[in-house]
């Protein structure tokens, strides 16, 4: 299990795992949010042999998507509904089961197009993969979301 000491509980971070409970797709990739505020997310990925492929090795596609999923909300975080533009992603060392985390973070906010770093590192903290997303925002969310 990875240590918690990245956990910075807020009351952002607490709306959205509170609302996120109903996501199919958090629920598939047993994604649990540590952190979200001020264009920044941490989410784990508990995974498990669901997430693997022929080679016994999570999907590929699969972490790009947990990896678009937080990093857009690291976006979402500066108060920006948007949507993802464009993205450049590698991988460098296959992930197995355990925990995965994938920090991110906006790099560039401009009025329309927000741009974040994403990366995800195994339980030894080894860089397994990561890229860096380009989101279209459609303007500024409602608070209340």
Sequence with gaps: MLKRKISMDNKETEKFRENSKDLPFFDFCKLELVSLGNGESVGIMHVNKDHLNHVNAVH?????????????????????????????????????????????????????????????YN????????????????GDRDPDE
Aim: net charge positive; with cysteine.
């Design 60 to 120: 590929g596609g699969l972490l790009f998507a947990v990896s678009d999923t937080l990093a857009g909300m690291a976006a979402f975080s500066l108060g920006k509904n948007c949507v993802t533009l464009n993205s450049s992603y590698e991988y460098y060392k296959m992930a197995a089961e355990g925990d995965l985390i994938c920090r991110n973070k906006v790099i560039h906010a401009g009025s329309r197009v927000i741009r974040t770093e994403s990366r995800i």
């Design 123 to 138: 339980q030894k903290e080894e860089l397994l993969c990561g890229g860096v997303f380009t989101y279209y925002s459609l």
